[in-house]
């Protein structure tokens, strides 16, 4: 595939699965915005020395003896005769962000380690090869995760940060000048093998499919930025992780081939805040494959049907890259896409700076109410270990909540982990909560989630990573209460007070809309009769010439109002201690307060013009088949959305992901241990919670007087009218596994 893209590419054919949304080039603002871009990317550290460079060559090296003598020892310690040891091989690859090139100082190297038939992933990898490595000075930090989805082991050689996977091959032999692109290294792999062959070949088939080169790296340092400042980075947690964002923007790259880095980062925002999801991104058709091998396919997958943001790798078997993405994390990263396009907006109408669309996301400031996951083992190694495993759990934990409310309480989880210096041993993870938006308020609502909670720690303590001493409590904080060493130098920002302003500027889905409207009323006139033949030239310029029509359009319809009853809404979260927590002049800066949507709205008309896209019915069919095509269209603002609009409609070949409503948890995920006689109590307490939740819409405060109670100590909810709102949760920390 590899060499046909590149023929394509000299050919003038486009690269992808669609024609270019344009082909036009730079001009001299592109060129001068891209040059700030560029200075701001430098200024922010992402480029390392020529020294640390040097380093990196100097332990990837070093590894690849070390992994040569490892397959020599285990060949002659499973008996092989002295040739076979000494032709015995195995090679390192690289892959992810050091081979795409855009790794920054201090960063992961991605690194798969190719060993012979021979050579098994649970014995000779996770036992001999660990054994190895934790005998060396040079190694430090040594973490296996051996029941990831795709298994790694992490460490720092030299102070290099590592990140090992594992392939065995039916081969032998590895020979030194192995490709594993070539698909005939799939024969007879097992699935994890395949999995991290993927890595591999996915970024080598990237840098083939995408037009240019350079352009694309320095989009995607900047995205990478972007989503590590903005909280949206991190596979584990259920955003997108480094090849996701890769693929996203490898597809930007292919629907704006001549285009330079600044304008590609403002069409990365504009196209995916239109994005239908769950249409799938991809950057080449499907291939069945030689090999018989699954991939992505929801028409005959059902798995494939529940994936919430479809991002498709290029490499067979072409797999879906994103399955960790939720409802929550969904929307989080769909509002931030929402800020983002509005930023360059006003980036390309030069009433902005780059550092506005970087401005990192005051995640302890945008919630009233916090989940605190703290872990705590006997010993670093032990801590390190127990953090991996937790760490790689957390996501069902989210899937759990969102399933047991009916997704009513929504989850929003922190990337990061913090340690609090005052304790040994110690780390901590956070996630945001809040209401469904849209969602209606009842004044006796409760949200029962203490019976997941415990079904969720009881669950994470059955791995054989297990030993005395590793400990989870999960409890509930308000916003006033986030302990100081989560923020940098533990100091507590100011909070930033904003007045509830009744009228707001429109989203840009709702300039999108009007724009599509307008486009369409100039097409086939505003009863649906098509315009006259000498219309067409008015349509033409009314299109070129979008933006001052916008203005006009914009001025005389009523703007997306921010709601009084926000405030209140957000409120059903109460202090039970006595104290009121209503702001009731304060706005959280937070994404439900920036992206509206919510049945709250005070003006019925601005809440009608915010959720008119994607538009659906007639009117959207005669946008896309009425009047000339997009491709005659100049192409300004408002031919570049029907452009948009277009593209992202109907997904290739028909490959739509169908939601069928709850994320996916598999009952593979609570090993079949936990379903004991305590573990059954807890699950017939889960249905009855679940049920009185859809009796009563409850929602229940976590009460700071359940934080030290036992589970066994808690009574069901009583289904009796609360004064206040609350959520339930049961809080006890897990120090041994049940009998």
Same mark, same amino acid.
């Given at each position: 595939?590899?060499?046909s893209?590149?023929n394509?590419?000299?050919r003038? /054919?486009?690269l992808?699965?669609?024609?270019?949304?344009?082909?036009?080039g730079?001009t001299?603002?592109?060129?001068?915005?891209?040059?700030?871009?560029?200075?701001?990317?430098v200024?922010?550290?992402?480029?390392?020395?020529?020294e640390?460079?040097?380093?990196?060559?100097?332990?990837?090296?070093?590894l690849?003896?070390?992994?040569?003598?490892?397959?020599?020892?285990?060949?002659r310690?499973?008996?092989?005769?002295? /040739?076979?040891?000494?032709?015995?091989?195995?090679?390192?690859?690289?892959? @992810?962000?050091?081979?795409?090139g $855009?790794h920054?100082p201090?960063?992961?190297? &991605?690194?798969l380690?190719?060993?012979?038939?021979?050579?098994t992933r649970?014995?000779?990898?996770?036992?001999?090869?660990?054994r190895i *490595?934790?005998? =060396?000075?040079?190694?430090t930090?040594?973490?296996?995760?051996?029941?990831?989805?795709?298994?790694? =082991?992490?460490f720092k050689f030299?102070?290099?940060?590592i990140?090992?996977l594992?392939a065995?091959?039916?081969?032998?032999?590895i020979?030194?000048?192995?490709?594993?692109?070539?698909d005939?290294?799939? /024969?007879?792999?097992?699935?994890q093998?395949?999995r991290?062959?993927?890595?591999?070949r996915?970024?080598?088939q990237? *840098?083939?499919?995408?037009?240019n080169?350079?352009?694309?790296?320095?989009t995607?340092?900047?995205?990478?930025?972007?989503?590590?400042r903005?909280?949206v980075?991190?596979?584990v947690?259920?955003?997108?992780?480094?090849?996701?964002?890769?693929?996203l923007?490898?597809?930007?790259?292919?629907?704006?081939p001549?285009?330079?880095?600044? =304008?590609?980062?403002?069409?990365f925002?504009?196209?995916?805040?239109?994005?239908?999801?769950?249409?799938?991104?991809?950057l080449?058709?499907?291939?069945?494959g030689?090999?018989?091998?699954?991939?992505?396919?929801?028409?005959?997958?059902y798995?494939d049907?529940?994936?919430?943001?479809?991002?498709?790798?290029?490499a067979?078997?072409?797999?879906n890259?994103?399955?960790?993405v939720?409802?929550?994390? *969904?929307?989080?990263?769909t509002?931030?896409?929402q800020?983002?396009?509005?930023?360059?907006?006003?980036?390309?109408?030069n009433?902005?700076?780059?550092?506005?669309?970087?401005?990192?996301?005051?995640?302890?400031?945008?919630?009233?109410?916090y989940?605190e996951?703290?872990?705590?083992?006997?010993?670093e190694?032990d801590?390190r270990?127990w953090?991996g495993?937790?760490?790689?759990?957390?996501?069902?934990?989210?899937?759990?909540?969102?399933?047991?409310t009916?997704?009513?309480?929504?989850?929003?989880?922190?990337?990061?982990?913090?340690?609090?210096? %005052?304790r040994?041993f110690?780390? #901590?993870?956070?996630?945001g909560?809040s209401?469904?938006?849209?969602?209606?308020?009842?004044?006796?609502?409760?949200?029962d989630?203490?019976?997941?909670?415990?079904?969720?720690?009881?669950?994470?303590?059955?791995?054989?990573l297990?030993?005395p001493?590793?400990?989870?409590?999960?409890?509930?904080?308000k916003r006033?209460?986030?302990?100081?060493f989560?923020f940098?130098? @533990?100091?507590?920002?100011?909070?930033?007070?904003?007045?509830?302003?009744?009228?707001?500027?429109?989203?840009s889905?709702a300039?999108?809309?009007?724009?599509?409207?307008a486009?369409?009323?100039?097409? $086939?006139?505003?009863n649906g009769?098509p315009s006259?033949? &000498?219309?067409?030239s008015?349509?033409?310029?009314?299109?070129? &010439?979008?933006?001052?029509?916008?203005?006009?359009?914009?001025?005389?319809?009523?703007?997306?109002?921010? %709601?009084?009853?926000?405030a209140?809404?957000?409120?059903?979260?109460?202090?039970?201690?006595?104290s009121?927590?209503?702001?009731?002049?304060?706005?959280?800066?937070?994404?439900?307060?920036?992206?509206?949507?919510?049945?709250?709205?005070t003006n019925?008309?601005?809440k009608r013009?915010?959720?008119?896209?994607?538009?659906?019915?007639?009117?959207?069919?005669?946008?896309?088949?009425t009047?000339?095509?997009?491709?005659?269209?100049?192409?300004?603002l408002g031919?570049e959305t029907l452009?948009?609009e277009?593209?992202?409609a $109907?997904?290739?070949a028909?490959?739509?992901a *169908?939601?069928?409503g709850?994320?996916e948890?598999? /009952?593979?995920e609570?090993?079949?241990? $936990?379903?004991?006689?305590?573990?059954?109590?807890v699950?017939?307490?889960?249905?009855?919670?679940h049920?009185?939740? #859809?009796?009563?819409g409850?929602?229940?405060?976590?009460?700071p007087?359940?934080?030290?109670?036992s589970?066994?100590?808690?009574?069901?909810?009583?289904?009796?009218?609360?004064?206040?709102?609350?959520?339930?949760?049961?809080?006890?920390?897990i120090?041994?596994?049940?009998?």
């Amino acid at each position: 595939m590899g060499s046909s893209s590149i023929n394509k590419r000299s050919r003038g /054919q486009h690269l992808g699965v669609t024609e270019p949304i344009s082909l036009t080039g730079p001009t001299e603002s592109d060129v001068i915005k891209t040059r700030e871009l560029e200075k701001y990317l430098v200024d922010a550290g992402l480029y390392e020395s020529q020294e640390e460079a040097v380093e990196r060559e100097e332990v990837l090296g070093r590894l690849d003896q070390i992994v040569k003598a490892w397959v020599k020892k285990i060949s002659r310690a499973k008996g092989f005769n002295e /040739q076979v040891v000494q032709e015995a091989n195995a090679k390192i690859f690289t892959f @992810g962000s050091y081979r795409l090139g $855009v790794h920054g100082p201090g960063a992961d190297i &991605d690194t798969l380690l190719v060993g012979p038939r021979h050579a098994t992933r649970e014995e000779d990898f996770f036992t001999e090869f660990y054994r190895i *490595l934790s005998e =060396m000075p040079e190694v430090t930090e040594l973490q296996p995760v051996p029941d990831a989805h795709v298994p790694v =082991m992490k460490f720092k050689f030299s102070g290099v940060s590592i990140d090992l996977l594992y392939a065995k091959l039916s081969l032998w032999v590895i020979p030194e000048d192995l490709d594993v692109s070539q698909d005939s290294i799939l /024969q007879n792999a097992d699935e994890q093998t395949v999995r991290s062959l993927n890595g591999c070949r996915v970024t080598d088939q990237i *840098l083939r499919l995408v037009p240019n080169i350079q352009n694309f790296r320095t989009t995607l340092r900047c995205m990478r930025l972007w989503a590590k400042r903005r909280g949206v980075y991190s596979n584990v947690s259920g955003f997108l992780g480094g090849i996701n964002w890769a693929l996203l923007v490898a597809r930007i790259c292919q629907l704006y081939p001549n285009a330079f880095p600044s =304008m590609l980062v403002s069409r990365f925002f504009r196209v995916f805040t239109q994005w239908r999801w769950p249409n799938p991104v991809m950057l080449c058709e499907i291939e069945e494959g030689p090999l018989g091998l699954p991939v992505w396919d929801p028409r005959r997958n059902y798995r494939d049907r529940l994936h919430q943001m479809p991002i498709i790798t290029p490499a067979y078997p072409c797999m879906n890259s994103s399955y960790n993405v939720s409802t929550s994390t *969904l929307r989080i990263m769909t509002e931030e896409f929402q800020r983002g396009n509005e930023i360059c907006e006003e980036i390309e109408a030069n009433k902005a700076e780059w550092d506005s669309l970087f401005e990192p996301y005051p995640f302890f400031d945008a919630y009233k109410n916090y989940l605190e996951i703290g872990i705590t083992a006997k010993n670093e190694h032990d801590l390190r270990q127990w953090k991996g495993w937790i760490e790689s759990r957390l996501r069902t934990l989210t899937l759990k909540i969102e399933k047991a409310t009916s997704g009513m309480l929504q989850c929003h989880p922190h990337p990061g982990n913090f340690s609090d210096s %005052s304790r040994q041993f110690h780390y #901590c993870f956070f996630m945001g909560l809040s209401r469904k938006q849209g969602a209606p308020v009842h004044e006796a609502e409760q949200f029962d989630i203490r019976t997941t909670v415990e079904e969720f720690k009881s669950s994470v303590q059955y791995t054989p990573l297990w030993k005395p001493g590793m400990e989870i409590q999960v409890s509930h904080i308000k916003r006033r209460n986030v302990p100081l060493f989560v923020f940098p130098g @533990g100091v507590r920002p100011p909070r930033a007070i904003k007045t509830v302003s009744t009228e707001a500027r429109p989203t840009s889905k709702a300039r999108a809309s009007i724009m599509s409207q307008a486009a369409y009323e100039n097409l $086939v006139g505003p009863n649906g009769v098509p315009s006259v033949a &000498d219309e067409e030239s008015k349509v033409r310029r009314f299109l070129s &010439d979008s933006r001052e029509v916008e203005a006009h359009l914009l001025s005389n319809l009523p703007f997306e109002a921010s %709601s009084k009853s926000e405030a209140s809404a957000e409120t059903s979260f109460e202090d039970t201690t006595g104290s009121s927590s209503k702001d009731t002049n304060i706005v959280d800066d937070s994404r439900k307060r920036k992206f509206s949507g919510d049945s709250t709205d005070t003006n019925p008309d601005a809440k009608r013009v915010a959720l008119s896209l994607p538009a659906e019915g007639p009117e959207e069919a005669a946008v896309h088949t009425t009047g000339p095509a997009v491709s005659e269209i100049p192409m300004g603002l408002g031919a570049e959305t029907l452009a948009i609009e277009k593209l992202t409609a $109907v997904p290739s070949a028909g490959l739509t992901a *169908l939601p069928a409503g709850a994320d996916e948890l598999e /009952q593979s995920e609570i090993p079949s241990q $936990v379903k004991d006689s305590a573990s059954e109590a807890v699950e017939g307490r889960v249905g009855a919670s679940h049920a009185r939740f #859809c009796q009563t819409g409850a929602l229940e405060e976590l009460e700071p007087s359940e934080l030290s109670a036992s589970f066994s100590d808690i009574p069901p909810a009583a289904p009796t009218v609360q004064r206040k709102p609350i959520i339930r949760l049961s809080l006890t920390t897990i120090g041994k596994k049940n009998p």
